[in-house]
């Protein structure tokens, strides 16, 4: 949703209340989540894990939140001191196949890639995940993954989707308790704007830099057929 479109909506002078977007110069009602709080607990980990190449798979599809992760992920870059590879920040389209196809066309283009990537939804991580592995690379021995979404599919993948977690049931109440109070009352209420805080689910695919060094000396690349 867009701009304009909250504010066309706004305009229509009915209790309103959006979610899973978030504009700070608009005077509406938002419920979202603290995608940069989210994007913060990601890079620090991978900070913390040892890693100081860290790569972004964003998308060339435009949503808020999506934006709003992008826009966090070079903020939480800079507070971390790291400094950001232009090459390292990859763009793919927001579904599975897209994802995977447009990462198998960078691979088979000469990516380098980083040490570790944070993708901007577990459907992207998927795909990437995919890519990676047919090109002949191992998760998390070869490179790290941490998703955002926190969607079934990760924790029963192999090996599981370190991902962030933020509670849709959480955003669902706060909305709802917050557009009864604005039917409820008699007069003009001030714009409220929530974000929830978020979860890193640690699971299987990152590890620490110094245990991959223990394993491989260097990823090994499928080579091309003869």
Do not use: W
């Not at 400094?83 to 763009?91: F, K």
């Not at 998927?126 to 047919?134: D, T, V």
Request: proline share 4%; with cysteine; charged share 25%.
């Amino acid at each position: 949703m867009t701009e304009a479109d909250i504010r066309l909506i706004q305009g229509l002078g009915y209790p309103t209340v959006f979610i899973d977007t978030f504009f700070d110069v608009i005077d509406a009602n938002f419920v979202d989540m603290n995608n940069e709080d989210a994007v913060y607990k990601v890079l620090s980990r991978f900070h913390q894990q040892g890693f100081r190449r860290i790569g972004f798979v964003a998308s060339h599809v435009e949503t808020t939140n999506f934006k709003l992760r992008r826009d966090a992920f070079f903020k939480n870059m800079a507070r971390l001191g790291l400094a950001v590879e232009e090459s390292d920040v990859l763009s793919v389209e927001s579904t599975y196949d897209g994802a995977y196809g447009d990462t198998r066309q960078l691979l088979a283009d000469g990516l380098a890639l980083a040490e570790c990537y944070f993708c901007t939804n577990d459907i992207i991580a998927y795909g990437f995940i995919r890519a990676l592995r047919e090109h002949g690379l191992s998760i998390p021995d070869d490179v790290s993954i941490i998703g955002f979404d926190n969607l079934p599919q990760s924790a029963t993948m192999d090996p599981g989707l370190t991902t962030i977690e933020v509670s849709k049931r959480k955003i669902g109440y706060l909305a709802v308790t917050m557009l009864d109070d604005l039917i409820q009352s008699a007069d003009p209420q001030p714009a409220v704007k929530i974000q929830v805080g978020a979860e890193l689910v640690l699971r299987g695919s990152h590890e620490k830099l110094s245990q991959r060094a223990g394993k491989k000396s260097a990823p090994k690349l499928k080579q091309p057929a003869e």
